[in-house]
């Protein structure tokens, strides 16, 4: 069974200091991995997706990286505009939808 | 393009009664996929459509929950009678195939 596990669950960060999100994830072949902002009150919306081990993809103050068995979501010199729960979703060889992890909560405080 | 679209935003109601949920597709998607989301359990996704054809029910919890797909653009998700566990938030979502997912802004259910 396809597995994802997010950390930290909560983050709490100064404005301007970088830190980044951790995503394992255990797949029966991986096929892609994605990465989803939430806002409160809103639906997931894509920011990434990964498919390959060494692959990175940038957007903004957020970039986004892929091992064998984990992905890290960095954001550099965060702004308060970036507090949002973060997602992280795998794709798996099976026939099987996206399996979510249950986010982290990220808080950038001026 | 109006994006995936949910009604009702809020439902609140009393046990036993029955609640129907509705989503439109982004046009020219042709998977639909519908996920309940808690505190406790995150995302978890109930049950997805391809070409209007259920393809996975497996994560609906009991018989008390039912999904249709009248035609390609159009999703119900009905509750039938609620109970004050299913309160919770119910994303539908719509993509091309079954990789990157476009949500709508989701439906939170409240049973009293």
């Known amino acids: 069974e396809d597995q994802v596990t997010q950390s930290p669950e909560a983050l709490r960060l100064q404005e301007g200091e970088s830190s980044s999100l951790n995503c394992s994830y255990t797949v029966s072949g991986l096929r892609g991995l994605f990465w989803y902002r939430q806002d409160p009150g809103k639906g997931p919306e894509f920011l990434f997706t990964?498919?390959?081990a060494g692959e990175e993809k940038e957007k903004e103050r957020l970039k986004a990286t892929l091992t064998k068995k984990e992905s890290f979501l960095h954001i550099t010199a965060p702004k308060p505009e970036d507090s949002a729960t973060y997602l992280c979703a795998v794709l798996s060889s099976g026939n099987t939808p996206l399996v979510f992890g249950k986010g982290t909560r990220l808080s950038v405080i001026a | 393009d109006a994006g995936v679209i949910q009604s009702p935003r809020h439902e609140v109601t009393e046990m036993g009664q029955e609640v129907t949920l509705r989503c439109k597709l982004i046009s020219g998607h042709n998977s639909l996929f519908w996920y309940r989301q808690t505190m406790m359990r995150g995302l978890e996704l109930l049950i997805y459509?391809?070409?209007?054809?259920?393809?996975?029910d497996s994560g609906m919890p009991e018989d008390r929950f039912s999904a249709k797909m009248p035609n390609a653009s159009f999703s119900t998700l009905k509750i039938q009678p609620s109970e004050p566990r299913d309160s919770a938030v119910y994303f539908c979502?719509?993509?091309?195939?079954?990789?990157?997912?476009?949500f709508g802004e989701g439906s939170r259910l409240t049973v009293l």
């Open positions: 990964l498919y390959s």
């Open positions: 979502a719509s993509s091309l195939g079954i990789g990157e997912l476009f």
């Open positions: 459509f391809n070409n209007n054809v259920p393809i996975d």
